[in-house]
């Protein structure tokens, strides 16, 4: 069996989507995602100029030797463009195994661990009240994981809320084609989200769990402080707390309480994740699928999360595509250390134009499919009418200019 033709999608139903579609000479075609938001166009360039020419002639069957190649055989390994890259390849060949099986990607895997996965949605408002109303929402839809971010007074944006919520203070960037700025200022941040946290248990009570993301905001100092300060609340986790660049620095975190940390949503490689997880200085790995070389790669950080006890929230806003978020779903149908799954809710009409998933949502679960391979099916005459726009995540500024993590 052999790869007769890959092509590159880059298509913007909404927002843009990095795809890749493998042909066979058996007729199997398979697809997989590749995005990486506000750097797609560098994917479709590693695919097209360095991966799809080597790909061309081989055997499709050969997974496992397809993603050595691609990562051992570059020299250069690793990165975010590259394993997006990889990742492309390796979601589409699992499609098609699964297309040839006649079975599920999550049997090929080992089968189910559970007939459904909990998923959390993101609640975010301008300030505690609007947030409290938005996680009423996901309450009423039966979610019972929920994000919260808010608001920070003073503050011109906040990651997570979303800019219809923040009417009139906006984020302007200095051109309309250049990233948003937003401000930042970790003590008025570290003053109002306890009280975001206290108002929801009042609010909420056990009704449901919360999560929360700082987005590698903190000095590992202050992040001790806040993971101290939220553990009444009892958290399902906190997340990114700090840029994970230096782990040794969350031994502080970690020592100083017991609420959960999550971490993992930048790495591409298991030896990134490897000295959180085996030291368990985290209780949650947040690898994407696309980001950390696909399915093939993501299964060996599973497998070595469960053994250092470990679960996976793996990533899933709203730049997974549905085809990346499918390969999520089977993972976590099968993973035995299934955590939960972020879930994003795309604009419905344009996405629907291009993408229809066989797995559906009921009250706060995903339900995995029996459909053959990921399960989704791509309109590729759409894609095509949903042109790339070039867009950027935000860049964050403290109050006198400097750059910050975003
Ligand atoms: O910033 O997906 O948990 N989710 C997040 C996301 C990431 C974006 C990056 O592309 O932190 O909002
Ligand atoms: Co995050």
Redesign the pocket.
């Known amino acids: 069996m052999k790869i007769t033709n890959a092509e590159v999608f880059l298509t913007c139903p909404g927002r843009n989507f990095v795809i890749l579609k493998i042909e066979t000479d058996q007729g199997v075609v398979g697809y997989g995602d590749g995005t990486?938001?506000?750097r797609e166009k560098p994917v479709v360039s590693c695919l097209q100029d360095c991966v799809i020419p080597m790909l061309i002639g081989m055997d499709p069957r050969r997974i496992e030797d397809v993603w050595q190649l691609l990562y051992r055989g570059a020299y250069w390994r690793g990165g975010p463009v590259a394993m997006s890259a990889i990742a492309a390849v390796d979601l589409a060949l699992w499609d098609i195994k699964g297309k040839m099986a006649g079975m599920p990607v999550y049997d090929l895997l080992g089968g189910r661990s559970r007939e459904k996965l909990q998923l959390y949605g993101?609640a975010a408002g301008r300030d505690i009240a609007a947030t409290i109303d938005a996680v009423s929402a996901w309450i009423e839809q039966g979610y019972r994981t929920v994000?919260a971010q808010t608001g920070v007074p003073g503050l011109n944006t906040i990651?997570?809320v979303q800019s219809s919520s923040n009417p009139g203070i906006g984020s302007a960037p200095p051109r309309a084609d250049l990233p948003p700025v937003h401000q930042w200022d970790s003590d008025a941040y570290l003053k109002v989200v306890p009280e975001l946290f206290e108002q929801l248990a009042l609010t909420f009570g056990d009704q449901a769990r919360f999560l929360h993301?700082t987005?590698h905001r903190l000095r590992p100092i202050e992040a001790a402080r806040l993971a101290k300060e939220l553990e009444p609340f009892h958290l399902f986790w906190l997340?990114?707390v700090c840029r994970p660049e230096l782990a040794e620095r969350f031994r502080l975190i970690r020592s100083a309480s017991t609420t959960p940390l999550a971490l993992g949503?930048?790495f591409h490689t298991i030896q990134e994740c490897q000295p959180y997880i085996e030291e368990g200085l985290i209780d949650f790995i947040?690898v994407?699928a696309i980001h950390a070389g696909g399915i093939t790669h993501t299964r060996r950080i599973i497998d070595f999360s469960a053994l250092h006890d470990v679960r996976i929230g793996l990533?899933?806003?709203?730049?997974?595509s549905p085809i990346g978020m499918a390969a999520q779903v089977h993972l976590g149908a099968w993973a035995p250390n299934f955590g939960v799954q972020?879930w994003a809710v795309f604009p419905a009409s344009e996405m629907d134009d291009v993408f229809r998933h066989e797995h559906w949502i009921e009250r706060g679960h995903v339900i995995p499919s029996e459909a053959s391979g990921l399960g989704v099916t791509f309109n590729e005459t759409n894609a095509k009418k949903h042109e790339f726009k070039r867009s950027y995540?935000g860049v964050n500024r403290l109050m006198d200019g400097t750059v910050w993590n975003?």
Request: proline share 8%.
């Open positions: 990486l938001n506000g993101h994000r990651y997570g993301d987005h997340e990114d949503e930048v947040r994407a990533h899933g806003p709203p730049d997974v972020e995540l975003y």
